[in-house]
């Protein structure tokens, strides 16, 4: 419920002053060369298909299609020991970001979305086969279930999360208004549109029937999105940023158990909002009119 209304804020702000950023506004005598930014996310995602294939714990393989399932994200809870810790701090969905001013108004950045995603416990519609001995308790030795279209419990001794987690490692291409700057002071508000695209590097925890394999980060497909935001100058140095981000991932070469011949591929979109602390580098010049 907390993610959607900042989502909501984020969009009916952005729309609000979206018409804004056409006005005259005054123009940059020169701006800081660097920024980076640090701060988290929550995410939301659309429903998706999921193939996955395997070895399941009796040594009969699986290949099934999962269809329309939904997926959360996995948000830590707020706590010191976590969040100010040095070995600590980056479990919970961080964004990390560094961009290069190279033009007046335009930027180009790099920068890590450390998204998490997980499949929800639910009724899904299955097609494929995999051991009876994989959901039945009592199953004669090499017994098969076959599904086309059947319902099935994802459910106790099934999971599927890129826990640790949905990485996009993306670059984009930043366009920024700035929209307020009081004459004298050092305070400016800005809006920023950027599309960026990247690659996917997923760590996977996996388990079916009861058999975990916790897989490493690994290069699992490709992304593409467009978000826009709000930077607030809080001093010349100092600012803070909003983002609502949207796009879609394609992920052909997730890993399930390891680099074994098994695997799975899904393709879904997402929506992100972000709130991050940043820091200008390099020259420090304000807007005309200060």
């Not at 009796?58 to 948000?75: I, L």
């Not at 079916?208 to 992304?223: D, F, M, V």
Request: hydrophobic fraction near 40%; charge should be neutral; include cysteine.
């Amino acid at each position: 419920m907390v993610f959607h209304r900042l989502l909501l804020i984020c969009l009916c702000t952005v729309g609000a002053v979206s018409g804004r950023a056409q006005l005259e506004v005054p123009p940059l005598e020169v701006e800081s060369d660097w920024y980076i930014t640090w701060g988290y996310n929550r995410s939301m995602y659309t429903t998706s298909t999921v193939h996955m294939w395997g070895t399941g714990p009796t040594g009969q393989a699986f290949d099934v299609t999962v269809h329309d399932v939904t997926a959360k994200d996995m948000p830590e809870r707020f706590q010191a020991k976590v969040y100010f810790h040095p070995g600590l701090f980056t479990i919970p969905q961080f964004n990390a970001r560094f961009g290069k001013r190279i033009r007046e108004r335009w930027i180009v950045s790099a920068g890590w979305d450390h998204m998490k995603y997980k499949l929800e416990k639910q009724w899904m519609h299955v097609d494929g086969y995999a051991a009876a001995a994989d959901f039945l308790d009592e199953a004669p030795a090499g017994a098969e279930l076959a599904w086309a279209g059947d319902s099935l419990y994802w459910g106790q001794g099934f999971n599927f999360e890129h826990s640790d987690g949905l990485n996009f490692v993306r670059f984009s291409l930043e366009h920024e208004h700035v929209l307020w700057a009081p004459r004298g002071r050092e305070f400016s508000l800005r809006m920023f549109e950027a599309v960026g695209a990247g690659v996917v590097v997923c760590s996977t925890d996996f388990r079916w029937a009861g058999e975990r394999y916790k897989n490493p980060q690994h290069i699992s497909g490709l992304g593409m999105s467009f978000h826009a935001g709000f930077r607030a100058n809080v001093h010349r140095r100092f600012f803070i940023q909003t983002t609502a981000q949207f796009g879609a991932m394609t992920l052909p070469w997730i890993r399930v158990q390891g680099p074994t011949d098994a695997g799975a591929t899904q393709r879904f979109g997402f929506a992100e909002a972000a709130f991050a602390l940043g820091y200008r580098i390099g020259a420090s010049r304000r807007p005309n009119g200060n």
